[in-house]
């Protein structure tokens, strides 16, 4: 689902080993893929020390002149170390930076654009950002701001739960987790259905997490930290909260759910794949041999991986919106939520819907709210990307800023 942030075939194909990212012997893992999960997000801290496809900058070395005094040989020795040092520091800062961004920022769009996909009755189907801007504000004035990241913590819960389960799976079955270079069909197909039965497992817990992001917070009680595993063994065993009769079994649910989750990965790490070869062509070997080259480097061995997830992720959402909207319907469908109105932001409205299935729950979006239905919420993406496009290119400045007068 929702990923922001999901894995991608950085643990599968093109896996590598780690390499030494300085002379201090500081290992780091490199890999061709880095592209999130759709159930999980992956911390995108790098050493700055490695560049995107394995390489290593140049720029942070500084070559020891063959003859001359001791303190001759020192001083390049210590530039290069001190570099280093800045080097690294960027490296992280980037990283948390697009993390932080994911993770937290752009919650209150997630939450918005899962209150319009699940919201039939809404006659605004918030396909441009600029009316998502106007109800977000408006749902910040009724229910103040902590309302715009409801459910975070679920969500952080969700993704921990789909890690943990993906390392329990490949612990204790063939089932790979990466991938190598040399990979087989097998192997992919191995690797694949790993992500689905993880898909599987978090299901209930995502159902859970679900509700928490939609549930308006006029209404609902302050949750508590763990609620979400609560309520999602509650759902797997058929106890806890009543629900209604047209809650849809787990059994309904696992299809549209593996399916959406499994494309959602398999889209962006096509495309993640494809833009890093892209700029791996377009990006020339140099070796710098002046402080300002040495900075361009190091913003250059980070910002690739970045652009490439980036750009796979935005792309994978488009491309699986319509899925995403139906599948969390069927997700919400008898669970008696109530939701905030979305055409104004000012009242609150029940879901009751009375899908039968997939299959079902498509014929009737298309019948009843025609094809843009399936893009209720749209603009809240567009706001999201913008904003996550926004963070990265004023990191990128404010650390090119910094090494430039470091150096």
Known sequence: MYSRRPQGFNEGLNARGCEDAAAGGYAVPTRSWDCPDPWTTESRLRSPAAGPWGERPTAAVAATPATGSAAAAAAPDNAAGSTDQLNRFAGFGVGLAS????????????????????NYHAKNYHLTPFTVVNIMYHFSK?????????????????????????????????????????????????????????????MPFYSAGLIE???????????????????????????????SKRLLPLGVLVIPTVLH??????????????????????????????ASSSVQTVLDAYFPELIASFVANLCADVLVYPLETVLHRLHIQGTRTIIDNTDHGFEVLPINTQ???????????????????FYKGFGAVLVQYTLHAAVLQITRIIYSTLLQNAT
């Not at 992001?213 to 909260?241: A, Y």
């Not at 899908?355 to 239905?373: A, H, L, S, T, W």
């Open 99 to 118: 993390l932080f961004t994911e993770n937290v920022l752009a919650h209150p769009c997630i939450v918005f654009r899962r209150q319009c996909q699940v």
């Open 142 to 202: 009724t229910q103040g701001l902590k309302g715009l990241w409801k459910g975070m913590g679920s969500t952080f819960i969700v993704q921990g739960i789909a890690l943990g389960t993906e390392g329990i799976i490949s612990e204790f079955t063939p089932l790979p987790r990466e991938v190598s270079h040399k990979w087989s069909p097998k192997q992919i197909v191995g690797h694949l259905v790993l992500k689905g039965l993880t898909c599987v497992v978090a």
């Open 213 to 243: 992001t939609v549930q308006s917070e006029i209404i609902k009680d302050n949750p508590g930290i763990l609620d979400c595993v609560k309520e999602g063994v509650c759902r797997l065993v058929g106890m806890g909260v009543p629900h």
């Open 261 to 290: 989750g499994v494309l959602h990965y398999i889209i962006s790490a096509i495309i993640q794949k494809f833009i890093l070869f892209l700029l791996r062509r377009k990006t020339p070997h140099q070796h710098p041999a002046d």
């Open 355 to 373: 899908y039968e299935g997939m299959r079902d729950c498509i014929n009737v979006i298309k019948k009843e709210e025609g094809i843009f239905g």
